[in-house]
């Protein structure tokens, strides 16, 4: 191979930038070209894309977002529309593909791998909900955030000892709640793996106050349920003051964490190893802090991220 094109697509993650920093320095480095292609799908089925030197992914490893854009692009599912990105890249002389980003991103690398162009997945988003992976590129960054938001909700919940609710984005995985309610001491947590009633969530939430417990922080995945009609059940019923606080898009953002940067400077750069071993079709990942590598259909098809239920028990024994 001599030419590759490098992409991130989806929801933007910290640490994406280091991750095509990882791709370009040591693709240029093996003599290959890189090309970034801008706004994700869209920009590949637009053929906006530039040759990048190693001084264009200079001063952006410390930098959230992604300098190449992202975009959520649903028309990449139309075959028609793969078709024109097809033709894209081969008029570009493109003999691969990495793309970075989540299960979506993945699909569409999957649908390009079956159509004969072979790409190279790297997980990158927030919710750590990528198969084939321990993390994603950007998890601990936004754990970290959470973390300091929970810590600065403490402060104030405490000093009025009122209840919080805080949603925590995710979407249908719950580590990065499990784990911020672990660091942030929360009292108590609820995700979408473990089947939940506002009632048990009150019971429980009564149990604390029985006990003694002056306030409550409760981590809530998002997309479990409206949360501030959830603060005024838990008020109404415990006759406690109770908040609600979403997150949002706030945990995307930031400097990724030191963690984040070595993550994908190494997913990068393995990227570069797979495709000159003559790999298509795979998705990197690191298991055991060990790079590892899957089919990437295999990954999207069969393969389960494992809950960590250890992790659930030692959260419930924090209680
Ligand atoms: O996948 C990352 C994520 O931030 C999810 O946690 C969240 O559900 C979603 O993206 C939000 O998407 P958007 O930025 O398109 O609103």
Same mark, same amino acid.
């Given at each position: 191979i001599k030419k590759i094109?490098?992409?991130?697509?989806?929801?933007?993650?910290p640490g $994406?930038?280091?991750?095509?920093?990882?791709?370009?320095?040591?693709?240029?480095?093996?003599?290959?070209?890189v090309f970034g292609i801008y706004d994700g799908y869209l920009g590949l089925y637009e053929d906006r894309m530039v040759s990048l030197d190693r001084y264009s992914v200079s001063d952006l490893i410390n930098h959230g977002g992604t300098f190449l854009g992202s975009a959520r692009f649903p028309e990449f599912r139309e075959e028609s529309t793969r078709m024109i990105? $097809?033709?894209? $890249?081969?008029?570009?002389?493109?003999?691969?593909?990495?793309?970075? #980003?989540g299960d979506g991103s993945y699909m569409g690398a999957k649908r390009l791998t079956e159509m004969g162009f072979p790409c190279i997945g790297l997980p990158g988003t927030i919710d750590n909900d990528v198969a084939g992976t321990d993390y994603t590129i950007g998890y601990h960054t936004a754990?970290?955030?959470?973390?300091?938001?929970?810590?600065?909700?403490?402060?104030?919940?405490?000093?009025?000892?009122?209840?919080?609710?805080?949603?925590?984005m995710g979407r249908h995985c719950g580590d990065l709640t499990l784990a911020a309610a672990i660091a942030g001491?929360?009292?108590?947590?609820?995700?979408?793996?473990?089947?939940?009633?506002?009632?048990?969530l009150l019971a429980e939430i009564n149990a604390g106050i029985a006990k003694g417990k002056k306030h409550a922080i409760v981590?809530?995945?998002?997309?479990?349920?409206?949360?501030?009609?959830?603060?005024r059940y838990i008020e109404k019923e415990t006759g406690r003051e109770t908040r609600a606080t979403v997150l949002g898009h706030i945990q995307r953002g930031g400097a990724p964490c030191a963690y984040d940067r070595i993550l994908a400077s190494r997913m990068g750069t393995y990227a570069?190893?797979?495709l000159?071993?003559?790999?298509?079709?795979?998705?990197? #990942?690191?298991?055991?802090?060990? $790079?590892?590598?899957?089919?990437?259909?295999?990954?999207?098809?069969n393969m389960k991220r494992p809950f960590r239920k250890d992790v659930l028990e030692t959260a419930k024994r924090l209680y």
């Amino acid at each position: 191979i001599k030419k590759i094109g490098v992409l991130t697509s989806g929801g933007d993650s910290p640490g $994406m930038n280091a991750a095509i920093r990882g791709v370009v320095r040591a693709g240029l480095g093996e003599g290959l070209e890189v090309f970034g292609i801008y706004d994700g799908y869209l920009g590949l089925y637009e053929d906006r894309m530039v040759s990048l030197d190693r001084y264009s992914v200079s001063d952006l490893i410390n930098h959230g977002g992604t300098f190449l854009g992202s975009a959520r692009f649903p028309e990449f599912r139309e075959e028609s529309t793969r078709m024109i990105a $097809m033709e894209n $890249m081969k008029k570009r002389g493109l003999d691969a593909l990495v793309v970075i #980003g989540g299960d979506g991103s993945y699909m569409g690398a999957k649908r390009l791998t079956e159509m004969g162009f072979p790409c190279i997945g790297l997980p990158g988003t927030i919710d750590n909900d990528v198969a084939g992976t321990d993390y994603t590129i950007g998890y601990h960054t936004a754990l970290e955030t959470v973390v300091e938001a929970i810590d600065r909700l403490r402060d104030t919940s405490s000093s009025h000892q009122r209840i919080s609710i805080v949603e925590v984005m995710g979407r249908h995985c719950g580590d990065l709640t499990l784990a911020a309610a672990i660091a942030g001491g929360c009292e108590f947590f609820v995700t979408p793996e473990i089947p939940y009633t506002r009632e048990e969530l009150l019971a429980e939430i009564n149990a604390g106050i029985a006990k003694g417990k002056k306030h409550a922080i409760v981590a809530i995945t998002e997309l479990i349920c409206d949360v501030s009609e959830l603060a005024r059940y838990i008020e109404k019923e415990t006759g406690r003051e109770t908040r609600a606080t979403v997150l949002g898009h706030i945990q995307r953002g930031g400097a990724p964490c030191a963690y984040d940067r070595i993550l994908a400077s190494r997913m990068g750069t393995y990227a570069i190893d797979l495709l000159l071993q003559g790999y298509g079709g795979r998705c990197v #990942g690191v298991q055991n802090e060990k $790079m590892v590598h899957h089919d990437i259909i295999d990954a999207i098809e069969n393969m389960k991220r494992p809950f960590r239920k250890d992790v659930l028990e030692t959260a419930k024994r924090l209680y």
